[in-house]
Structure formats: C-alpha cells, structure tokens
C-alpha cells in the first residue's frame, strides 16, 4: 500500500512559489519525511528531508505539520527548471539484512507555465 | 554532474542475452543501490550494497544479480533477458547505509530489449 498521497499533476505560472503537498497519514514517530525530483531524462535528484521541525536549503523548503501527517514543500519562485516529477517519500523496511530503504511513488508532475 | 558515473548510457540487446551494468559511486561513498524504472512501474528498488556488503533486497528479479567490489564500484548482472526488462536501470550512491543519508542517482542506463 502507497505510504504517501500526492496528486497526480500540478500546474504553477513561472516566478510564483509553488506548494505542493503530500499526506503520510500511517507515519511513524522515527520515519523521515523525504523529497527527491526526476527532470525529464535525468535521474532523481535529492531535494530536501525533514523529521519534524520546518526545513531549509537552498532548493527548497519543507513545511511539516505538527500531527507529522502530511508536509508541503515549497519552491519559492519556480523556474522553468523546476518542471519534474516531485516525490515524497518515506522509508521502507526490507528484508535481507534488515533495513530501510526509499521507496518511490508516482509523485506529483510539476508543469511550469512561462 | 551527479558524480555517480553509469556506463554504458545505452545498451540494445536481443531475448536471452546477459547483459551488465556498471556503476561508479561518488567519491567518499560505501553504499550503492540499484532501481529499475519502467514506464509502467515507476522507480522500483532492485537491491543495495554497503561497503562491499549485501544490505537490502527490493524486488529484485531471480535472473538478476549484483556484486560490489573492494574499489566501491558495483555491476547488475542481468540474465535471460525478456521483452519486460527494456527500462531505465539507475545507481544511486550515499556516504552511510541508511535512508537518512541522501541519495545522488547517476543518469541511468536504458536498456532495450528487441
């Protein structure tokens, strides 16, 4: 079962922020909340992680609420680099040696309008 | 330039062939994981390797296998090859052996199956 919700598609106007969200509803109290983004033709590209508290970076930000339930991340003035697929991921448990692994959704496919 | 280097970029090859991928890590880094991306599958996680080590098993396919050697470089080794296994094959690498350590993906190897 998908451990994340995104919508399938989002459309943002060049220069305005961008907010795109993700409900995680089954998170649990250790699980980091992860963002990667895959532009066309290119592999995923790592944007930003958080547990609880809100994050920054230079990319991004990410907006956690405070049930840990769901996260927004924000790209503050999107360009048209930023059209992707952005996904929100938390981790996974698999067997072998026993450990957590990300395991990708469908995501959200941003589209930048110029 | 993700530092994560995957060779060949592209790979043609008939049903019932071997082929192997190889993967070079980013400097500094001991884990190394393998996905597959299908236009149908979105980004499965195949298989990762920690210093040299076996660490976790996703849905990795019994005709496949991997290994990575004492230089941290690491090969998938696919076998009998079908029409299905045509996709995306990326490398991932990080410094540690968990989730919580960013992942940098190479730009991935397109295999195609005729």
């Known amino acids: 079962d998908a451990k994340t919700t995104q919508p399938n598609s989002m459309e943002s106007n060049e220069e305005e922020p961008v907010h795109l969200p993700c409900n995680h509803s089954?998170?649990?109290?250790?699980?980091?909340i992860h963002w990667y983004r895959q532009l066309p033709s290119q592999g995923p590209e790592y944007v930003i992680h958080g547990l609880t508290s809100n994050v920054n970076n230079r990319m991004a930000s990410l907006a956690i609420a405070e049930d840990r339930k769901s996260s927004t991340l924000i790209l503050h003035r999107a360009t048209l680099r930023d059209a992707a697929v952005y996904y929100c991921?938390?981790?996974?448990?698999?067997?072998?040696?026993?450990?957590?692994?990300?395991?990708f959704g469908k995501g959200t496919k941003l589209s930048v309008i110029p | 330039d993700s530092g994560v280097t995957q060779t060949p970029k592209h790979l043609i090859t008939a049903t019932g062939q071997r082929v192997t991928l190889r993967c070079s890590p980013r400097s500094g880094d001991l884990s190394v994981y393998w996905y597959q991306q299908s236009l149908d599958q979105g980004l499965q996680f195949l298989i990762q390797y920690y210093n040299g080590e076996e660490r976790a098993k996703g849905n990795i396919l019994e005709r496949f296998s991997a290994q990575q050697f004492p230089d941290l470089h690491s090969e998938l080794n696919l076998s009998s090859l079908e029409l299905g296994d045509s996709a995306l094959y990326f490398c991932?690498?990080?410094?540690?052996?968990?989730?919580?350590?960013?992942?940098?993906f190479g730009s991935g190897t397109r295999l195609t199956v005729v």
């Open positions: 991932a690498s990080s410094v540690g052996p968990g989730e919580t350590y960013g992942y940098t």
């Open positions: 089954t998170i649990s109290g250790t699980d980091y």
């Open positions: 991921i938390l981790r996974d448990f698999y067997s072998g040696a026993g450990s957590y692994q990300l395991t």
